[in-house]
C-alpha cells in the first residue's frame, strides 16, 4: 500500500478548476506580448549599456571629456525608458486574432480598462 505524501512547499498545488471570474492569456496574445516587451525594453536597455561603452571609447581616446555624471544620468534614463516599454510592451497587445498595428497605441486604452475590471473583480472577491 502507497503512503500519501504531502506536497513539498516548493512544490505547485494543481487546482483542478479555475476561478470562475478568470481567463487565461490566449497563446497568441502572450506571444504577442513577449515579442513587444522584448523589444520595447531590450533595446532601450542595450542603448543604456552603449552609453558606457561610447563613453568609454570617447574618454579613452580622448576624443571628449565627458563627466562620469553625464554617462550615468544618461544610461539611468535609456534603463527607466526601458521600464516604461516593459508596461508599453503588454498594455500595447492586440488581444483579437489578428495582431493589430506595428505599434499598438490604439490597443493602449481597451487593454487598460480589462485591467481596471480585472482588479475590480478580484477586490469584489
Do not use: C
Request: aromatic share 6%.
Amino acid at each position: 500500500m502507497a503512503e500519501r505524501r504531502d506536497p513539498l512547499p516548493f512544490e505547485p498545488r494543481r487546482s483542478t478548476s479555475t476561478p470562475s471570474g478568470s481567463q487565461p492569456i490566449p497563446k497568441d496574445v502572450a506571444n504577442r506580448m513577449a515579442r513587444r516587451v522584448a523589444i520595447a525594453t531590450g533595446l532601450p536597455s542595450l542603448m543604456g549599456m552603449g552609453v558606457f561603452i561610447g563613453s568609454y571609447v570617447l574618454v579613452s581616446r580622448g576624443i571628449m571629456d565627458i563627466p562620469p555624471g553625464v554617462t550615468l544620468v544618461t544610461s539611468g534614463l535609456f534603463f527607466l525608458l526601458g521600464l516604461v516599454g516593459l508596461s508599453y510592451g503588454v498594455l500595447s497587445a492586440s488581444w483579437e486574432p489578428q495582431p493589430g498595428t506595428l505599434l499598438g497605441v490604439e490597443h493602449i486604452q481597451p487593454n487598460l480598462q480589462r485591467l481596471r475590471s480585472s482588479i475590480r473583480a478580484q477586490k469584489q472577491s
